[in-house]
């Protein structure tokens, strides 16, 4: 593989794919934007895509501060207009605390307790969502609320959002496990 991506101009040594290999090396956006091209000329196979290469199982860690799930990362390669909705930092010398940032889209209240419901993260919900609706949760269920009764009292829309956010999680479920 190091001749190989000598040839595209990547100064890789043996030790450096090694080191690649057993993920003891970052990968730079030059060495992400040729790999698919060096795997596919090494395989003599069809083309292989920058996504084929995220398990989407996976916790990637970007940064010390930022992991994301795999499915997440797949989104952004994949142009699925997913963001880095959730993130893992460390909180505690036990384990992980899931970090909302509510500014970007869809990291809602209601994709929260979703993916807690689901055992799953919430950058998952939200990724399927914009499979789904091209929107997230939290949207798709009020857009539904008010076209079923735009003049609803609150008492009835706190109904509805409820009846319909049920309708909803159970095509979230379905999409999620599609994508296991």
């Known amino acids: 593989m190091s001749r190989t991506a000598r040839l595209y101009g990547l100064a890789w040594s043996r030790s450096k794919v090694a080191e690649l290999e057993r993920g003891e090396k970052p990968v730079s956006i030059e060495e992400l934007a040729l790999l698919p091209r060096i795997l596919t000329d090494l395989a003599g196979a069809d083309m ?28 952004i390669l994949g142009g699925r207009g997913v963001g880095i909705e959730s993130a893992r ?64 009292s609150p008492d009835r829309r706190r109904a509805l959002r409820g009846q319909v956010t049920r309708t909803l999680v159970e095509q979230l479920t379905a999409e999620i496990g599609k994508g296991s």
């Not at 990724?127 to 949207?139: E, F, G, I, V």
């Open 48 to 75: 292989i895509g920058t996504v084929d290469l995220v398990p989407s199982n996976a916790l990637i860690r970007l940064n010390d501060t930022v992991t994301i799930t795999g499915e997440t990362l797949r989104g």
């Open 89 to 152: 930092v460390p909180h505690d010398p036990d384990g992980w605390k899931w970090e909302i940032a509510e500014r970007m889209p869809g990291g809602g209240e209601a994709e929260r307790k979703t993916a807690r419901a689901l055992g799953v993260t919430p950058a998952d919900v939200i990724s399927a969502a914009y499979r789904l609706w091209k929107r997230p949760l939290t949207d798709e269920r009020d857009r539904i609320v008010t076209e079923r009764d735009p003049d609803a």
